[in-house]
């Protein structure tokens, strides 16, 4: 007994794209608790585990209020970066620092957390403010420049929310379909004897390559119960298998899985393209006479007034989270150009089984790639093949 309470959920559990250390004894928050206080608190009833009220404590945990001192000090500390270029350079370079210790004193108990989910999309609406109430008036962007922003803001979101919906959850029932699979050929019926049997047979080899076959074994989650296809693995945070999991992505609040990885490196580029586009806007508009590559690191006269400073700060600010998330998309194409997912990179590595290419950046299995037009078809074509139980509106945040 001991030994089952240490025992880690999986022993190919992922970690999230950050490697954040998440609490593994926490419990994921699908409204029950919430729902259960609103019935409580419409019938009269009062809980007999709490002293406060239930429908409160339920609102807070779910819309983490916590959050609120993190947005207000986020623009606070951009204004004060705007008003010298040495307090800028200080004020990014600890605002990463602030932003992980705050998430730690305040989320880290949290298995799923709205946290980087919500610090992103205020900090886009927060730079289409400026770019609307700042650079706008300077008469230096064009109608159809703006409306350009704003459509990829908008096809942003929508992706984003498109995204949201699922990354392909194994089902409960795929243990009797796989037992249902796995007695057909066995049964004493004459056609299994005859041309029907060997039908079958052709049929799956069809659909099965050499290097498939051997692989496509379906295995048993120790945490879930239910047996799931090839490539499928168990995220610790959402407390679910998914089908083809690469990673549990903290900026979506969801994992990445075969249901929604399109969507979400559609959302990678869409967002990277939008962003870079805003910024080369906000440059041209602040310096005109200096180029895009240089007017970031070289701009005279910026800070000479406040409202400039203020959105060569956010300019900046924009930048940073556009390396990082661009590291990211290079990343994703890389792995998929390979054929290997995020999970199936960190067992490689942790088995020694993978060999690392181009510097580190891909660890190449070897088990699934059948060539980089192959690999791309076979993400571009593949296709949900369950039902989450999990995937509702209110998954969407």
Known sequence: MKWQKLKPPEPDDPMCCCECDLDQHGCCCDCEDLDEAC????????????????????????????????????????????????????????????????????????????FFLTLSLYSLAYMYYLFITQILPRGDVSQLQVCTVTSGMIFTIVSLIHTKRGPGFVRTSSLAEAQCQSQEPNKGSPHLNGSSHSVQSASLREVQSPPEAVAAKWSRCPVCKVKRPPRAGHCRTCGSCVQRLDHHCIWINSCVGQANHRSFLLTLVVFLLTSLYGISLVLHSLCPRQYLMTALLYCPGVYNQYSTALCFTCAWYSSIITCGLLHLLVLQVLNISFNVTEREAQLALRNKTGQSRLCGLVTDTGEYSRGFYQNWVEFLTMADTSVSPHSSLTDLV
Do not use: F
Not at 50 to 62: E, G, I, N, Q
């Open 39 to 114: 019935n409580r608190w419409l019938k009269g009833k009062p809980d007999p585990n709490r002293c406060h009220s239930p429908l409160l404590a339920a609102m807070v945990d779910k819309l983490e209020l916590s959050m609120i001192p993190a947005l207000v000090l986020l623009p606070l500390l951009l204004q004060v970066a705007a008003l010298h270029l040495v307090l800028g350079i200080i004020t990014l370079t600890a605002l990463p620092v602030l932003v992980l210790w705050y998430y730690h004193a305040t989320h880290r108990k949290k298995r799923r957390t709205l």
